[in-house]
């Protein structure tokens, strides 16, 4: 079991740039969850798709930010015209969902640093 | 206002010694609570869950939550450099749709 996989594990953008960040959950799982981490604010969450349906976007910012998640294999989320503001390490969780208090088993993160 | 609190913001003790780690929550909501460790350079990794009022026990970790507090504590007896981490308590509700609501994190410094 490679665990949750993010890739790529660093991207660099120029401000007003594209960053498309990708996540394979752990296979099984039918829940995803994306968070941001920064030192200021911690752990955020940002959205969550079960059976790759989106349940919960509360924590994505309105404009700029879209998470997908086209199958049961990937989820991508993509931030448009990247912002100083957005330098965060993005992390993929994915979790069997029985519940709604399931573990949450984390990827390795993105570290996204806008210029 | 951090909805999930933790103290200390860093703590540091000798091998072999108690390190003790503190979490409120300010949201009567939140009623399930979970321990996660970081190591530098990887993702957040689940210790252990707790719900019930009262103490729960795994290995050399144990967690006490108080729920008319909403207070959450984590214990590490005999603590390994290898422990030496951020250590993060999470918060999670019914109406929560299962994201969990993330402290700021206690980081944890074992002195060999």
């Known amino acids: 079991n490679a665990g949750v996989i993010q890739t790529p594990r660093h991207k660099v953008t120029g401000k007003g740039q594209e960053a498309t960040l990708w996540c394979e959950p752990i296979?099984?799982?039918?829940?995803v969850f994306w968070y941001r981490q920064t030192i200021v604010q911690g752990l955020e969450f940002l959205t969550y798709f079960r059976n790759q349906a989106p349940i919960d976007d509360s924590g994505m910012p309105k404009e700029r930010f879209s998470a997908q998640m086209p199958n049961q294999s990937h989820s991508t989320l993509k931030i448009q015209s990247t912002q100083p503001q957005d330098s965060a390490v993005y992390l993929c969780?994915?979790?069997?969902?029985?519940?709604?208090?399931?573990?949450?088993?984390f990827g390795p993160g993105t570290r996204l640093t806008v210029l | 206002q951090q909805k999930v609190q933790q103290s200390p913001e860093s703590l540091s003790v000798p091998e072999g010694g108690m390190a003790s780690l503190n979490c409120t929550s300010s949201d009567r909501n939140f009623q399930y609570f979970w321990w996660y460790r970081q190591h530098s350079g990887e993702g957040p990794k689940a210790l252990m869950?707790?719900?019930?009022?009262g103490d729960k026990k795994e290995g050399r970790f144990t967690a006490h939550l108080n729920k008319a507090s909403l207070h959450v504590s984590l214990h590490i007896r005999d603590s390994q450099p290898s422990d030496s981490a951020l250590y993060f308590c999470a918060a999670s509700g019914p109406g929560n749709t299962g994201k969990l609501i993330f402290g700021l994190g206690t980081t944890l410094q074992v002195q060999p």
């Open positions: 296979s099984g799982h039918s829940a």
């Open positions: 869950s707790i719900f019930s009022d």
């Open positions: 969780a994915s979790s069997l969902d029985r519940d709604r208090y399931a573990e949450q088993f």
